[in-house]
């Protein structure tokens, strides 16, 4: 088993999304309740992992799904695997992030095909969330996105499982997530990490034997945030002295 540590980004859309989604919020008060509250909120715009579906239709967020984003990742998970999310905050428009971590949670299943959201009756529950990306319809998937931009490659991204998370193994803090580092473009990378107790807790867990080049962020632009898999070095040897439910274990009390 192998656990992942993910950033995603909480940033400012760009008008001609927002409009559009606004549009779209016009037949869906659901959405139009995620659009009054998204300044305020750590959540990724298009809901995946879908934090927000998961409190609005089944009331609790520990039963979120992960179905667009990092299908690299989604490739590679198993069954028992853990996932990290980092949330990546931007402030303004003045180029500054700040990173909140917002939980961690384990695999439940794994939808291989995406039809079968749409054939299965033990995945009616997500038929309404905004991460399920394809629906079938007349025996062929089609793209299924509520948000703007849609994705260009949204085969591509839906060939990979549509993950489902395990509750009863799932911590999130979508409320008031701890903030643990910041950057500022034009300063060099990686984000600068907070000295309070708490946030050097979580460093020292997840990089305190990886250098100090390899936190969060690791570039400028192109791809700043790319996954890590936490049990595993570059040749994907496993690293000794963290097991998993250890691992897990600490970090689920520092959500």
Not at 102 to 122: E, I, M
Not at 205 to 231: A, C, E, W, Y
Request: aromatic share 12%.
């Amino acid at each position: 088993m192998n656990a992942y540590l993910c950033t995603y980004c909480h940033r400012k859309p760009s008008a001609k999304d927002w409009n559009r989604t606004r549009g779209a919020a016009e037949q869906d008060q659901i959405l139009g309740k995620f659009l009054v509250g998204w300044d305020r909120s750590y959540y990724d715009w298009g809901d995946d992992p879908s934090f927000f579906a998961a409190q609005q239709f089944l009331g609790d967020v520990r039963e979120a799904t992960w179905g667009v984003c990092r299908p690299d990742v989604r490739k590679a998970l198993s069954e028992g695997d853990v996932v990290l999310f980092f949330c990546g905050c931007q402030v303004g428009d003045r180029g500054v992030w700040c990173y909140h971590f917002v939980g961690l949670a384990k695999v439940r299943a794994l939808v291989r095909h995406r039809a079968c959201l749409w054939t299965n009756p033990a995945y009616v529950s997500y038929r309404k969330f905004y991460n399920v990306l394809a629906r079938l319809e007349g025996g062929h998937l089609v793209q299924s996105e509520t948000f703007h931009p849609k994705h260009g490659d949204w085969e591509r991204r839906a060939d990979a499982p549509y993950v489902v998370f395990d509750s009863a193994y799932s911590f999130f803090n979508l409320t008031a997530p701890h903030c643990v580092a910041t950057w500022e473009y034009g300063r060099p990378t990686p984000e600068l990490w907070k000295t309070d107790d708490r946030s050097k807790d979580i460093e020292r867990l997840l990089f305190d034997d990886r250098g100090i080049n390899r936190r969060l962020r690791t570039s400028v632009g192109g791809h700043p945030h790319p996954k890590l898999n936490l049990l595993c070095d570059g040749r994907r040897i496993t690293r000794p002295g963290r097991s998993l439910p250890e691992l897990t274990q600490a970090l689920s009390e520092l959500v």
